[in-house]
């Protein structure tokens, strides 16, 4: 349990030496775009994801609908 409270701060602690470095060096404008720039790539997969679960809920039950409706069916012989 404790691992999992401290795993999160430990993965945190861990930042690119390159992207520190520059980021340390530059301006105030550097900065900022760094800061939109990840805003930017981090986006467009947060979307997808919560595109293809979106759609995932929504079709969560589309065969077992299909399977019932198929067997409520009064013009369909049973099979014994």
């Known amino acids: 349990m404790a691992f999992a409270l401290l795993s999160p701060a430990l993965a945190f602690a861990q930042n690119c030496a390159l992207c520190y470095t520059q980021a340390a060096g530059s301006g105030s404008r550097m900065i900022a775009a760094l800061r939109s720039g990840i805003l930017i790539l981090a986006i467009p997969p947060t979307l997808i994801c919560c595109g293809i679960a979106w759609m995932a809920y929504r079709k969560r039950n589309q065969f077992n609908e299909d399977l019932y409706d ?4 009064p013009d369909v ?4």
């Open 77 to 80: 012989a049973p099979d014994s």
């Open 70 to 73: 198929d067997s409520a069916d």
